[in-house]
């Protein structure tokens, strides 16, 4: 290896592959990666655990199910670091906050907001405070909240009333806020749209996303026209946004005061980014809907059996809503789902949905147990 080669490879950050020849450049994390698009300078202290990158994965059992040649791709963001695209959005408003001189932030949650705030503000040297539903946030985001080292407020109220709390909190003390009011959450949010781009040449035909405080449909349009105005991409998704029944102000047209659903990520009344959602709808050509509680129960089994991939019961509310629209999507459309969460998230909904696979009290003995396999 030359001395020029040397530096150059420790420059692009290039390792040398096994038989010496140059490999990929390592993925830097989204804010590197990003950069020239993002809010940050030269004095940002990037904090960040290499999120973003996500794969975009073909779904050959939905497009069987849909027919008629349409495409359909997942982008499973609960491959991020703390298991959710929330990740994304964090480490700008962790970086950002940090610049400031912020020493605290605080948001509300309804569960994965709250454990990537902790992972980050942790990891940059910040205090992190979560005010969350008690009782309505799934076990394995409460324990990463606290394993993280969040300190975790849990009211006897929903998130809306956890969010009104947080934003008086912040505005009365040194707390910075975190949730997607806090613009740089959706400036990292953003770069999902980017990587869909890159990955399928072009925006898709139709995005189908899961809303709570719909934030996210409002990171994804923001970045489809970013690229799009850039001149990286030549077309704009129709923005198709899904709330659970039980949750749906935004289909409704008015807030709920009791969100109720089996999605508790995105049991939510009164999204914060409700008017800017509907705005994405009416530029994109867009369509609301809600889908039953059994509706996504349905379509996260189907993630799980047929295709391989355990999201979170809100994230496979895109697909619910992708099923109710399926005689509407052009024939040969490319169809891109959004997987928000992992499924690791919430095991109480996993195994409350499949008791009956799980067979117990066998004898410790070969026949008991092929028995009951019915071979
Ligand atoms: N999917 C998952 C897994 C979520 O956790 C959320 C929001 C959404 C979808 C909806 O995204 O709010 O941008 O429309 N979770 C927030 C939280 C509210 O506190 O973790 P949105």
């Not at 997942?74 to 970086?95: E, H, Q, Y």
Request: glycine content about 10%; some cysteine; aromatic content about 6%.
């Amino acid at each position: 290896m030359t001395l020029a080669s040397s530096l150059k490879r420790l420059l692009t950050g290039q390792k040398p592959s096994r038989d010496g020849g140059p490999t990929s450049r390592p993925w830097p994390g989204l804010v590197e990666q990003y950069r020239p698009w993002l809010p940050v300078g030269d004095g940002t202290p990037v904090v960040t655990l290499l999120e973003g990158n996500t794969p975009l994965l073909r779904a050959p059992a939905l497009e069987k199910r849909v027919g008629r040649g349409v495409q359909v791709f997942l982008k499973v963001d609960g491959l991020n670091p703390t298991g959710s695209f929330k990740d994304r959005g964090m480490t700008m408003a962790i970086s950002k906050a940090k610049e400031a001189g912020a020493t605290a932030v605080i948001c509300a949650s309804t569960g994965n907001t709250s454990a990537a705030a902790a992972a980050y503000a942790r990891r940059g040297g910040l205090r992190a405070f979560a005010v969350i539903p008690d009782g309505y946030v799934a076990k394995g985001k409460l324990a990463q909240a606290l394993l993280y080292g969040a300190e975790v407020l849990a009211i006897q109220g929903n998130f809306d009333q956890a969010l009104a709390i947080t934003q008086k909190l912040a505005e009365r003390y040194p707390v910075t806020l975190v949730n997607s009011i806090n613009p740089y959450r959706l400036q990292g949010q953003k770069t999902a749209a980017f990587e869909v781009v890159q990955a399928l040449g072009d925006a898709p035909d139709w995005l189908c996303i899961p809303m709570g405080n719909a934030g996210n449909i409002s990171a994804y349009w923001m970045g489809f026209q970013e690229y799009r105005n850039a001149g990286l991409s030549k077309m704009l998704p129709v923005m198709c946004g899904f709330q659970a029944s039980g949750s749906a102000p935004l289909v409704l047209g008015h807030p709920v005061d009791n969100p109720t659903t089996v999605a508790t990520a995105i049991r939510i009344g009164n999204p914060a980014n409700g008017e800017k959602a509907l705005a994405v709808r009416k530029e994109s050509g867009g369509r609301f809907a809600s889908v039953s509680d059994g509706e996504i129960l349905a379509a996260y089994q189907v993630l799980a059996t047929e295709e391989g991939v355990f999201c979170e019961p809100a994230s496979a509310a895109s697909v619910a809503g992708m099923f109710k629209y399926a005689t509407e999507i052009p024939s040969e459309a490319r169809v891109v789902c959004v997987l928000t969460g992992n499924g690791l998230k919430d095991p109480t909904t996993a195994l409350d949905a499949n008791h009956a696979n799980l067979h117990r009290n066998l004898a410790p003995e070969a026949e008991a147990v092929v028995q009951v396999m019915g071979l």
